[in-house]
């Protein structure tokens, strides 16, 4: 990133952070966000934060600083809900970048400085469709990573480029370019909260625009997923391994389906080894058979019926 397209023009960032059942003064983005905005020089970024609320019944906060703006939703939508709603201001204020944060995020100090160089670099360089950082739980890379036959595959700790295949990244810290979501027509309403990060890239990858990684910013990223006995719920693995399934379906190949039908069965042995709930266990039994009993236009249509179900009552206009 030494070439900068517009290095005296600030970049204009938008930044929305999900909360869900997490008060302001505990999350920890916010006040990480606020405290690497304080490396970067107000000539060199233009920043807005939105704190979009997913909490049942959600307590406006009071006070706030001036660049963070408070909304509460009327009924959970989950990500995606939260990011079209982040993304229509941002496209309206004029906006070229929208970050997408989680609520338990520990930014580092470098991190909206690396960022900002980014968007500056990039400025004029429209086939860059995000920046992203690279996310470890516990040591083990996570994100950004590349699809392999049997298994993903992380890229390495502090690689700084770009890769030269398909490429794919959490939504935890992701800088997007607002002009690439607005042609994709905003983020896909069949992803309400998991696999949504899977379609995105896969959309940019289709559109032939590229992922720039920076690797200079490292952060901790918990994934329940991979501790399902004491980090996962019912309702919360139910919808993942719904919304995985129909991912793959939809935009995976034969041979990806199929791996992920042994995929599940790899996850049933390994959950029964660790004492995982029976209940769970049960859920990748139920998703094994139904993609072996039905077929895969059926269950594309299910899907599709029942996101369409979901955000139609969620987005129905109020009885007066």
């Not at 983005?29 to 019944?57: C, G, I």
């Not at 963070?68 to 939508?77: D, E, F, I, L, T």
């Not at 696999?195 to 329940?224: C, M, P, T």
């Amino acid at each position: 990133m030494k070439d900068r397209d517009n290095p005296d023009k600030p970049a204009r960032i938008f930044a929305v952070i999900v909360l869900y059942k997490k008060t302001i003064e505990d999350c920890v983005t916010l006040q990480t966000l606020l405290t690497a905005m304080r490396e970067v020089s107000s000539d060199a970024l233009f920043l807005k934060v939105l704190l979009f609320d997913n909490t049942p019944q959600a307590i406006s906060p009071t006070e706030l600083p001036g660049n963070v703006q408070y909304k509460a939703a009327s009924k959970n939508g989950g990500l995606s809900g939260a990011y079209n709603f982040a993304l229509s201001i941002a496209e309206s204020e004029g906006y070229d970048w929208l970050i997408t944060l989680d609520q338990d995020s520990h930014l580092p100090q470098n991190y909206l400085s690396r960022m900002t160089e980014a968007a500056q670099s990039f400025a004029s360089n429209t086939s860059v469709a995000a920046v992203v950082p690279q996310l470890a739980d516990r040591g083990l890379q996570l994100s950004p990573y590349t699809h392999g036959f049997l298994r993903a595959s992380a890229i390495p700790s502090k690689f700084v480029g770009f890769i030269p295949r398909e490429l794919h990244a959490y939504n935890s810290a992701a800088m997007l370019r607002v002009s690439i979501l607005i042609e994709l027509g905003g983020f896909s309403y069949l992803f309400w909260l998991d696999a949504l990060d899977e379609w995105l890239y896969s959309q940019f990858f289709r559109i032939n625009k590229r992922v720039f990684v920076d690797g200079e910013i490292q952060i901790e990223h918990e994934l329940s997923i991979l501790d399902v006995k004491n980090r996962v719920n019912y309702p919360r693995y139910q919808n993942f391994l719904h919304a995985e399934a129909a991912y793959i379906d939809m935009y995976r190949g034969f041979s990806a389906s199929w791996v992920h039908n042994l995929r599940l069965v790899v996850r049933w042995v390994r959950n029964r080894r660790a004492g995982v709930d029976i209940s769970l266990q049960n859920l990748l039994l139920d998703c094994l058979k139904d993609r072996l009993l039905h077929p895969k236009k059926q269950r594309i249509a299910k899907w599709t019926n029942d996101m369409e179900k979901f955000n139609a009552e969620l987005y129905a206009p109020p009885d007066r």
